[in-house]
């Protein structure tokens, strides 16, 4: 497809080169295995050239009127607005999303945007009081400088403009690294979309490489002064490591475990409906998943039969087909990774009520119940479509069951009573929790993070601005100090 080998090549100041390594990436699309381009590696040398080109254009971008840097924004809109229908196709092919998840991706893509339209002129000072006579102090917002984002590979175009837009609207310089199985939406697509917008040259710079190459070269060079990582929390640990090891800042969006609770009193027709969305969406591919869905046991044989009646009925299959609701898994190693968590936990004494077939990269929905109490599934992150169904009696064991887990990222609670809901949600450990909803959703201006191993640090509006900006404290003494010597 000339659409992904036009854009098969690293961009570094303002240049589309060729990257310097000795072997390629492939970037195949994943319900069919069709190679779409071939992309040589970028090297450590390049990284460095990436934020060496990032460091020179930032001075100057950070002094720019932000009316003016907004403008940029505002041009990208349009563009994506432009090319929706070929967003939507490579999407389908790069990632093996469905109609409807490009669909997803694409819109919040343009609400990010369009919130940093208005974060260029967010970042505001303050003048605060002094105990000295003659004195003011100025607290400023100034841009961190250069940014390093890594971004993942379930939705690449969207959790990479989630960082590079506020980022570059704040007045900071950007190096991005893809995840190799998406390299063109998460990468050379931002590059391009940005490029067409009139961003000036070396602001944005894209390295399409691998640690194999390149080590741990884009987090401990000197440049950057912050890593946005959005990945799982195993590679996430290590990213915060290596950052704090060189003083750096990071903002790590990680994996999650999310229970959606089904009390007593739901409306179970629509807690059905919420719970296939937000288990089966994408493949099961969003960090916000839920992985478990609680069920008080008064309710629980309506519900399981519902909710495994409308799993069944989910289309699998080719994800250009509009009416298809799970395409590909993004490569063969996911696929059998989730096969086997189903494999593993019916062979340790789950029951599957649902037992998905696996052909290629697609695998069908399953759904399992019974599980041991210490089966090592109830814990993990599943990444594809696996639904665990788990009763439970009372209010406080619905709690301590959604707590029990080292993640704390989304999760949801179904109730005819909004408060009870909002009481529940409090004492679970996460960083968002949804009363009446799914657990899948991201909105520009809310901030956006999880608990414990789910990731540090929040994005989105006014928790953006604190993540890209840094405070600079400036004081002025219009009279004169007395010093003691």
């Not at 254009?57 to 720019?64: F, H, K, P």
Request: hydrophobic content about 45%.
């Amino acid at each position: 497809m000339s659409f992904f080998t036009d854009l098969a090549h690293q961009y570094i100041d303002g240049e589309w080169k060729t990257g310097s390594g000795s072997w390629d990436i492939i970037d195949f699309n994943p319900y069919n295995g069709e190679k779409l381009a071939s992309i040589t590696v970028a090297t450590a040398d390049e990284v460095d050239q990436a934020y060496r080109a990032a460091e020179r254009a930032q001075r100057e971008w950070a002094d720019t009127n932000p009316y003016a840097r907004r403008g940029v924004f505002e041009r990208a809109l349009r563009i994506i607005e432009d090319r929706e229908e070929e967003i939507t196709e490579a999407i389908i092919a790069e990632l093996g999303g469905t109609r409807l998840k490009a669909a997803f991706e694409i819109h919040l893509t343009k609400e990010f945007l369009r919130e940093a339209v208005h974060l260029a002129l967010r970042a505001e000072g303050r003048l605060l009081p002094s105990p000295e006579d003659g004195k003011e102090n100025r607290l400023y917002r100034v841009p961190v400088g250069v940014v390093g984002v890594i971004s993942p590979f379930n939705f690449p175009f969207l959790l990479s403009i989630k960082s590079v837009a506020p980022a570059l609207a704040l007045g900071n310089a950007v190096v991005l690294k893809p995840h190799q199985n998406s390299p063109v939406l998460g990468g050379s697509l931002v590059a391009k979309v940005f490029e067409d917008a009139g961003l000036p040259g070396g602001l944005l710079n894209v390295v399409i490489t691998d640690i194999a190459e390149i080590g741990d070269a884009l987090i401990e060079h000197p440049v950057p002064s912050l890593i946005s990582f959005t990945g799982s929390d195993r590679v996430g640990r290590h990213v915060a490591t290596v950052c704090a090891s060189h003083f750096k800042r990071s903002v790590l969006e990680l994996g999650g475990n999310s229970a959606l609770i089904v009390l007593d009193d739901a409306d179970i027709d629509y807690a059905v409906d919420a719970a296939v969305f937000s288990r089966f969406v994408h493949q099961g591919q969003v960090c916000m998943a839920a992985n478990r869905i609680l069920v008080d046991r008064s309710v629980e044989a309506e519900f399981t039969e519902k909710f495994v009646a409308k799993a069944a009925s989910l289309k699998v299959g080719d994800p250009a087909e509009p009416g298809t609701h799970i395409g590909p898994l993004i490569n063969s190693s996911q696929a059998d990774a989730v096969s086997a968590v189903v494999e593993q936990a019916v062979a340790a004494g789950a029951t599957a009520l649902l037992h998905g077939s696996t052909e290629g990269n697609v695998v069908a929905p399953s759904v399992l119940t019974g599980l041991p109490a210490d089966s090592p599934v109830l814990g993990q992150e599943i990444f594809g479509p696996v639904a665990l169904i788990l009763p439970f009696d009372g209010e406080d064991e619905a709690v301590r069951i959604a707590n029990d887990t080292p993640y704390g990222l989304s999760g949801a609670v179904h109730t005819a009573d909004i408060e009870r809901g909002v009481r529940i949600a409090k004492r679970v450990r996460t960083g968002m929790i949804h009363v009446n909803d799914g657990t899948v959703h991201d909105e520009a201006i809310v901030p956006f993070g999880g608990e414990k191993s789910s990731g540090v640090g929040r994005l989105n509006g006014e928790s953006t601005v604190e993540v890209f900006t840094t405070q600079k404290w400036i004081s002025v003494q219009y009279g004169r100090s007395r010093f003691p010597f």
